[in-house]
């Protein structure tokens, strides 16, 4: 290797192991001065990069996921599973049946939260803040105008037709998950019934919106809420 | 050799300060940047049964966060969008260090194609291999774009380093 090649090998990769390399550095002292004032402009430029993060940082991201799972919902998450799997063998077949119908959206909806059960799980100890919220919306071309309650985990989601919004809110009856579907527009209200989940989708300005919760849960009177905070302005 | 095997916590521990950081220098607002970097854990729960080797993990975390920084500028209506280049960042709310400064001035004056291998490769540690699997341009182009970046760098503080001092 010869100068040219090392420095040029330097620049474009200052943290290099290969052997040539090393051993250029080692033998020529014009290079070895250029490597180590290459590693100093380095260091200087991590250091100038590492601006400590926001404190609490940490603690949503953690909280956001219940990485602790209660033992009590080792059962109900069976049951997701298995749910889903049969949702899921149910599109395969549908789908051989009839080239043109999709899954249908109760089915995408459900399937959805058990692809995402984690989130249901765990102890509530922290919610999201209400700034974080409304940046979520305004990310997506919405506008939350009001309160959701308390909210222990928000954030996009790929879904059918476009990006949406995932919500987990603390219900009357444990968690409810709400999908906000600003790209999947539906006639009507569709009620939905899964397992021990209850729940409705329904219309909004934009797209739909899906409110799923325990049995018993009066997920109409949370559904109404919704529809009068958001607003999408697409 | 058995891959290290890590838990969702220690996943976090290990990267989100970093990620922070590239995901700052990317759009340049603190609110936004933490914002990205929560989306990417929240995905990377979602997969963390991927995620149990080390290695494999930063490379993905780091592909995740770039394809969220994307979203949000394709998310973004025209008015709030901004010029091509960074957002106009109040560079002097993160560092008062002047070098630091000056550092970060002439970076963000750095093409955009120029800046995002330079930080993959300073804050995530990859190697020119890595980061033309990351960013599906060629290795050759990869080194090319390393090369010419820090060039470009040294020579812009070369040139300036008074002015910006001076601020
Ligand atoms: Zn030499
Ligand atoms: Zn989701």
Redesign the pocket.
């Known amino acids: 290797?010869?100068?040219l090649q090392?420095?040029r090998k330097l620049l474009e990769d200052p943290t290099r192991q290969e052997d040539d390399f090393l051993t250029?550095?080692g033998?020529?002292?014009?290079?070895?001065a250029?490597y180590l004032r290459c590693q100093a402009f380095e260091q200087e430029l991590l250091a100038a990069l590492q601006v400590p993060p926001p404190a609490g940082l940490r603690e949503e991201i953690i909280h956001q996921h219940p990485g602790r799972a209660a033992t009590g919902t080792k059962h109900r998450r069976w049951l997701l599973t298995g749910l889903a799997a049969s949702l899921l063998l149910g599109i395969g077949i549908g789908m051989r049946l009839t080239v043109f119908a999709g899954p249908s959206l109760q089915q995408e909806v459900i399937g959805h939260i058990a692809h995402e059960m984690p989130l249901l799980e765990g102890p509530a100890d922290h919610w999201v803040d209400n700034d974080r919220l409304r940046r979520l919306f305004t990310g997506l071309g919405g506008e939350l105008d009001g309160e959701l309650g308390r909210v222990r985990h928000a954030g996009r989601c790929h879904m059918d037709g476009g990006d949406g919004l995932h919500l987990v809110v603390q219900g009357e009856r444990g968690p409810v998950t709400l999908l906000l579907m600003p790209a999947q527009p539906v006639d009507g209200v569709l009620p939905l019934q899964a397992g021990e989940f209850q729940g409705v989708i329904m219309p909004l300005d934009h797209g739909s919106m899906a409110v799923v919760g325990n049995n018993g849960e009066p997920v109409m009177h949370l559904a109404e809420r919704v529809r009068k905070s958001v607003h999408w302005h697409l | 050799m058995k891959p290290s095997q890590t838990t969702f916590e220690e996943l976090v521990d290990a990267h989100y300060a970093e990620l922070y950081h590239f995901a700052l220098a990317r759009c340049g607002r603190a609110d936004l940047a933490q914002d990205l970097v929560q989306e990417t854990f929240s995905r990377a729960w979602g997969a963390r049964r991927q995620l149990q080797s080390v290695q494999r993990a930063r490379a993905w975390l780091y592909t995740t966060l770039r394809r969220e920084h994307a979203r949000l500028y394709e998310r973004q209506r025209p008015e709030t969008r901004p010029s091509e280049q960074l957002p106009v960042v109040p560079v002097s709310d993160r560092h008062c260090d002047p070098d630091s400064l000056a550092l970060l001035q002439v970076l963000e004056r750095l093409a955009d194609n120029y800046r995002e291998p330079l930080l993959l490769q300073v804050l995530g540690g990859f190697s020119c291999a890595e980061i033309s699997a990351m960013l599906e341009i060629s290795e050759n182009t990869v080194c090319t774009r390393l090369y010419r970046a820090r060039r470009q760098l040294r020579s812009a503080l070369d040139d300036e380093p008074k002015k910006v001092l001076a601020r």
């Open positions: 290797m010869n100068c090392f420095r250029h550095a033998q020529c002292a014009g290079c070895r250029e």
